[in-house]
DNA sequence: AACTTTACCTAGCAAGCGCTTGGTGGAGTG
DNA sequence: CACTCCACCAAGCGCTTGCTAGGTAAAGTT
């Protein structure tokens, strides 16, 4: 019995967004659990849009499962990172039109398509699995609330109590966008941004 | 060569809402492919779920992707016509809590999964599949719309113009739902109704 | 120069998959 | 009582699935 692969996989040393096994294959799996979902995605389909073959994954990861969690972990990390930076250094209702447009542009734009896998394939995990991916996932909630908090401090909100039900409602509204968004209409991420913003915010008194 | 399943299949006689062998295989499919996704369930669950053997599923049914259809068949019709008949003899706003309450039912409640594979398995059907079921959507999606519309030019909506945006944000808003609305919290679909209604409506002048 | 590690490839296994086939008991019909 | 039809069951076929095992050329290390 040879050492169990787990023992010799590396952590991404740079970034996965580079051109390494590691990197190809979360960004071609992003892709395809997207498109087809993850179950409907075959090992050797992933493989070969890696430009490998289906053995060789399993050099980089345990299983497909683990694959599927490190495309989670990046989109959540780069959206969160990405928002975060955008709520800095500006008023409420500023912050929160930069942020819906860093949130829509992380889910909608080309090869942004690991944040839309972390949204719709979450039943996928089987029960235990994905507890770092759930923190980062409360983290970036907790950030949005706290945004809408501050708004509705401001009068700013179209609606002044329930600041938990607002948040689902805005991250449904948002992340709707991933079943009907198609780029070639003209529209881009940004145009729909502030549109939608305009739906949550309340013009200053 | 034998003579196709499908020569043999019945259309509901009645309702597919009854204890026969079709009914059975849809109501336990619903709840399945919600739970576990489509692809995430075999048919041998399915059959014993719905108290068969694996194999007699294919008396009633020609494949299991017949069996998707016929729930978000079912779905989309009962919505569709609870919503609708909602619709009837209110005040534009009146009527619009109606509806949406009555969406959320059709959603969220025990038993209601019909709808909510209809929403999330899409991507399962292949491209030509589910003209019927894309029909039915469309027709839905034109009745909010055009709600919409009338509460437009009566200035209770939130944002007077972009009618097919504020559709999408509000589909939006009550469809992600599904993905975080547990009922033992003490919330029920009604209450949820109220509190997300306000998120749109404005006030009368 | 000798050795180890990295990044894969090749071939294939065991389990599980959707679906088919050939029945069969019971109810209905003439 | 003979016949037909309905609603399934029992068995299994052929294929695909995720994954494993063993190998290897090239690069890095000592």
Redesign the pocket.
Known sequence: ??PR?QL?L?RSSTSDRDE??RG?IIRAAARLFREKGF?A?????L?EAA??????????F????DILLAVMEQGMAEVHASVAAAKEGRAPAASFRAMVRRHLEGILEEDSDHMAVMLYETRSLPAGAGKQVLKMRRDYEALWEAQIEALIQQGRWCHPREPRLSRLALMGALNWSVQWYRPQRGDTPARLAATLCALFLREPA
């Open positions: 019995m040879a692969n010799r590396r390494s096994g190809r179950r995605t075959t090992v050797r389909e493989a430009g490998m073959q289906s053995g060789s994954l399993f050099y980089f345990p299983s497909k499962q």
